[in-house]
């Protein structure tokens, strides 16, 4: 927590980015319909600024000691890192998985418009 705040202060007084101020996170869901309502949901929550909806992800996984195969749709949502924790409890809550595949990966670099972009997509009104 303390590092996300001291990101942050330091993106705002230096007007540069700083690496781990965003991140992606990847939830995988059973089918496409889901995948778009809960990526509608998170972005009217202003949870995050872009979703992307890959189709059809092959899984491979454990599940009660046996090796499952499904496929499933993958999102890529792009958000902050300071609003992960929360969007990573919504997903659980909407989500039909038992325990949703829910994890993140900060964004080291990017274009300077598209994360000024990002930003702004999650500005709440």
Partial sequence: MLRTLSLQLRSAVTGSYVS???????VNCPNEQIARDIARAILDKKLA???NILPKA????????EIEEATEILLLIKTKTSKVHVLSSYIRLVHPFEIPEVFSVPMDQGDVH??????????ED
């Fill in 49 to 51: 600024a872009s979703v």
């Fill in 20 to 26: 781990g101020t965003y991140s992606i996170v990847f």
């Fill in 58 to 65: 092959s899984s491979l996984y454990f599940w009660n000691g």
């Fill in 114 to 123: 598209y994360l000024k972009w990002l930003e702004e997509g999650m500005k």
